[in-house]
């Protein structure tokens, strides 16, 4: 069975720096597009950023574009969520998510197989 863990959420202040993981395990990691969508309260759950299974095509959403970088180790059965410049709005919970075959550019949650638990993600004034 698939499984994705989360970690590397916390409290930190506007402008600040945080480094999200998420660690796959039951699967052929390269075989899986990756990605992180976040969810705040009362909102939608929402598309962050994807990277395809070799980590050679990227997408991000706009409003996180230059401030997130999406990266994946495929030898830690692992992708990354860089995110730097924190602000306010950024307060979700962040949740991974895989897609086999997936191309690294879709923003549609209904179209990943596997999900992991979440983790929290708090910024502060």
């Known amino acids: 069975q698939a499984q994705l863990v989360e970690s590397g959420g916390g409290l930190v202040q506007a402008g600040g720096s945080l480094r999200l993981s998420c660690a796959g395990s039951?699967?052929?990691?390269?075989?899986?597009?990756m990605a992180w969508f976040r969810q705040a309260p009362g909102k939608e759950r929402e598309f962050v950023s994807a990277i395809s299974g070799r980590g050679g095509n990227k997408d991000y959403a706009d409003t996180v574009r230059g401030r997130f970088t999406i990266s994946r180790d495929n030898a830690k059965n692992t992708v990354y969520l860089q995110m730097n410049s924190l602000k306010l709005e950024d307060t979700a919970v962040y949740y991974c998510?895989?897609?086999?075959w997936g191309s690294g550019s879709d923003y549609s949650a209904r179209r990943y197989n596997f999900w992991g638990q979440g983790t929290q993600v708090t910024v502060s004034s």
């Open positions: 998510a895989a897609q086999v």
């Open positions: 039951g699967l052929t990691f390269s075989n899986y597009a």
